[in-house]
């Protein structure tokens, strides 16, 4: 039988460390949280150099936080609530493929939103969306140690205001257009309905929800062992060697000298938003720097990837073959994202 872990309001970055502590404690089950402090969390392969604004959020007192599991950056605070389920990797309930979990593990969100007369559905590759197309819940997931998590948040209401400002963009007008953006094409359930219903009332539907799909949950409570591992967690999380890894320090494409320059690069594949950082010596890639938004599994192989293609021709046909040669391999699993996307992710570096 699985767990349920039934939580109110964790101070902000603990709500995320929760569910890492789990999985590096064998843990299976469902965690149901909300943050009692706002923070903004960026996805495990993005850059937060270029996807959070860190001086507003430092001046704001936001914390910003690297999560473990892919997705994009985002803001959380005590409007959303969220459901943070972990198993371990073999466990035969779950399925296999990680572009299969997506659609099995939203239905539980997707029914407790049905539950309050919101129609929702799942949409490829990790959002749920209303009939009028909007988008009310973004997911995550991916590999933690022995074992996996899947993660989304059900939005009872939603600050666009401070999303847009913790973005990092070009120029405040562009930040007009992705706060607008946000409010034509993302809902909640207060614009949905009118109100918020009661938190302890969705939480109950949530829970419910999951046991019709896989079973009957066992209640716990926070034991200090989960605590201390999250206090030890967290010296790593909030460290700037995780906060900034692998961060390219050259803001634009840079030519070094004739025939070796650095060129970057943004593809927005149907899974996400690649962005490559390459260091090209006579057409030849010397090292090469993969982050976005995407979901990537193993995570861990991400870097192995980065390393098959340096010394690589920068010819379409010889990355494209080194790429796929490597997911077939190593077995990857990166839903939306094709090594078609990534090789036209790195010949869009110019």
Known sequence: MLN?????????????????????MGFEGLVIVSPNV??????????????????YCKQAKIPVMRREVGGGATYLDRNQIFYQLI?????????TRIKDVFPYLSQPAVDTYGDFGIQTMFRPENDIITKDHRKIAGEGGGDIGDSMVFVGGILMDFDYVTMSKILKVPDEKFRDKIHKSM??????MKRELGFAPEREEVVTSLVGNFEKLIGTLKPITLTQDTIDKMIELERWFTSDA???????????????REGVEVLYSTYKARGGLIRTAQEIKENMIETIHISGDFQFYPK??????????????????????????????????????EPEDVTEAIMEAK
Do not use: C
């Open 242 to 256: 995780f906060l900034y890894k692998k961060t390219p320090r050259i803001p634009k494409g840079v030519k070094i």
């Open 4 to 24: 349920v872990l039934r939580l109110e309001q964790l101070p902000g970055q603990q709500s995320m460390l929760v569910f890492h502590a789990l999985a590096r």
């Open 38 to 55: 706002p923070l903004a969390s960026i996805g495990y392969f993005q850059d937060a150099t270029k996807e959070i604004d860190l001086e």
């Open 300 to 337: 861990s192989e991400l870097s192995d990837l980065q390393e098959r293609l340096n010394k690589t021709k920068r010819k379409e046909r010889d990355i494209i073959s080194k790429i796929e040669d490597f997911y077939e391999k190593h077995k990857i699993e990166s839903p939306g994202v």
């Open 183 to 188: 409010e034509e094409n993302l809902t909640t």
């Open 87 to 95: 198993w371990q990797k073999g466990n035969s309930q779950f399925p």
